[in-house]
């Protein structure tokens, strides 16, 4: 129980770190009375694929630290999937947003739900990762 609750400090404070642009565009947008426009920043998107990345590293980090034996494919299965349907679009919705000067709602409510998706990531393969590290 006591690992448990530190992976989960752990990986929090991981993710403050990366959600931190956030409330530096809270601030900013407050400051400007202008709420709407938080959802549209490209940081959405940045923040996902730094989720999406540190999910990678923590879990082959943790596979590599571990003294269990895996299937290399179920391995390489887990890390195309994340590349595939996490990095992949959040890079590819990144660029179409920096493209175009308009405000786009429906891109944009794309990247804040690969935010989401990514939170979600970082917390299942990252945990498992982090607890095979602390092993």
């Known amino acids: 129980m006591k690992l448990e609750r530190s992976l989960i400090y752990i990986l929090l404070s991981e993710l403050l770190f990366t959600i931190l642009p956030v409330f530096i565009v809270l601030i900013v947008r407050s400051y400007e009375g202008n709420y709407k426009m938080i959802f549209y920043n490209t940081e959405w998107s940045i923040m996902a694929i730094i989720l999406y990345g540190q999910s990678i590293v923590k879990?082959?980090?943790g596979i590599s630290n571990s003294k269990a034996k895996f299937r290399w494919q179920l391995v390489s299965l887990i890390i195309s999937i994340i590349i595939i349907f996490g990095l992949i679009p959040s890079i590819t919705v990144l660029i179409i947003n920096l493209l175009n000067s308009?405000?786009?709602?429906a891109m944009y409510m794309i990247q804040t739900f690969l935010f989401v998706v990514s939170v979600f990531c970082y917390f299942i393969i990252g945990y498992l990762g982090q607890?095979?590290?602390?092993e």
Do not use: T
């Not at 308009?102 to 709602?105: A, K, P, R, S």
């Not at 607890?131 to 602390?134: G, Q, V, Y």
């Open 102 to 105: 308009g405000e786009n709602f």
């Open 131 to 134: 607890k095979m590290l602390e």
């Open 59 to 61: 879990f082959s980090s």
